[in-house]
């Protein structure tokens, strides 16, 4: 149980484009997703949390116009880097919550390639 | 400001052997700690959570040891397998039982055949 999926696993495009990552909770709902940024040899670093119905609140540092994040239902949501360039190649992990004192569970993570 | 540090970098070890990999936070003020498997260009899978009042966890061959007043948890893995290559990441509350985690930057573990 607990599954977490997270679509697509690896992307490449140019320079100037949007991209938009999914992360989806198969077996559980899911009232908190987080979303995380790891640069080689790096730690993990929340980027960040959403609720659903809600604003996603954003870490220091997070521009918010940059990476658009949709939590539309209690099994979906999306992470958008908007006109991406070569500093936003990563690894982005997304991570879901369902209710009360529950762990989080990790999706297995986008590789981000911007040419 | 929460900070966690593993040690060591990475880690390479004969099958079969028993090991230690060591992490170590700053703000002591903590409800729990995870620690974290990944493998390459993957996500993370949870493997031990313990709690504040807990001293140990086990499953399976690992075990995980935490000593809140000194900052510092370890992870002992028994009989090593090649199967546990993978790097091994370990993770607090920011403050408290805070839902937002600090990770460290993990142990690459490289078990030889």
């Known amino acids: 149980g607990a599954v977490v999926s997270q679509h697509p696993s690896w992307v490449i495009c140019k320079s100037g484009t949007s991209v938009k990552i999914e992360c989806r909770s198969l077996d559980f709902q899911a009232t908190t997703m987080f979303w995380y940024r790891q640069f080689p040899k790096q730690s993990l670093m929340l980027m960040a949390t959403s609720n659903e119905g809600s604003k996603a609140t954003y870490e220091q540092g997070v521009e918010k116009d940059k990476f658009l994040i949709n939590h539309a239902s209690l099994t979906l949501s999306t992470l958008t880097v908007t006109s991406a360039h070569p500093e936003d190649s990563s690894f982005y992990i997304c991570?879901?919550?369902?209710?009360?004192?529950?762990?989080?569970?990790f999706g297995d993570g986008t590789r981000l390639s911007i040419l | 400001k929460q900070e966690v540090t593993q040690i060591p970098a990475a880690l390479s070890v004969p099958e079969g052997e028993n090991l230690v990999l060591n992490c170590s936070f700053t703000d002591s003020a903590i409800y729990n700690l995870q620690w974290f498997r990944q493998d390459p260009g993957k996500g993370l899978t949870s493997l031990l959570l313990?709690?504040?009042?807990?001293r140990e966890q086990t499953s399976g061959r690992l075990n995980a040891s935490l000593d809140k007043s000194s900052g510092r948890s370890t992870l002992y893995i028994a009989a090593s397998q090649p199967g546990d290559s993978a790097t091994y990441l370990c993770?607090?509350?920011?403050?408290?039982?805070?839902?937002?985690?600090?990770f460290g930057k993990g142990t690459k573990l490289t078990v030889n055949p």
């Open positions: 313990i709690q504040s009042s807990q």
């Open positions: 993770a607090v509350p920011i403050q408290g039982g805070s839902e937002k985690l600090v």
């Open positions: 991570s879901a919550r369902g209710q009360g004192f529950q762990p989080q569970h």
